[in-house]
């Protein structure tokens, strides 16, 4: 059974940072490609980050440039996105998902992924 769990997420002011953590089971890990999407009240989910170990670099949206880091720990089954200067429009439900690589292209839809977390709230005030 596959299993994603995230950690990580709580409240924190404006300019703070958070680390968000995604443990994965039940996958081989290196097959798979982890992704980071985000989901705000009444707004659709929208991909943040995914790991670029397949592809030579990682993808973030343009949103969290600059600001977002995605890492991995594959001793741990872990991917990690490390969320520095938070703005309250960063305010979301934090959700990791995990997609056989090569089963899509490019993996920046929510649609692309196959297994999700239960997601986390990151909350940033101002």
């Known amino acids: 059974e596959v299993q994603l769990v995230e950690s990580g997420g709580g409240l924190v002011q404006t300019g703070g940072s958070l680390r968000l953590s995604c443990a994965a089971s039940g996958i081989t890990f290196d097959d798979y490609v982890i992704g980071w999407f985000r989901q705000a009240p009444g707004k659709e989910r929208e991909g943040v980050s995914y790991?670029?170990?397949?592809?030579?670099?990682?993808y973030y949206a343009d949103s969290v440039k600059g600001r977002f880091t995605i890492s991995s720990d594959d001793a741990k089954n872990t991917v990690y996105l490390q969320m520095n200067s938070l703005r309250p429009e960063d305010t979301a439900v934090y959700y990791c998902?995990?997609?056989?690589?090569?089963?899509?292209?490019?993996?920046?839809?929510?649609?692309?992924?196959?297994?999700w977390g239960q997601g986390t709230q990151v909350t940033v005030s101002s």
């Open positions: 998902a995990a997609v056989l690589f090569g089963k899509r292209g490019l993996p920046t839809m929510p649609g692309d992924y196959d297994y």
């Open positions: 790991s670029g170990s397949h592809f030579g670099s990682p």
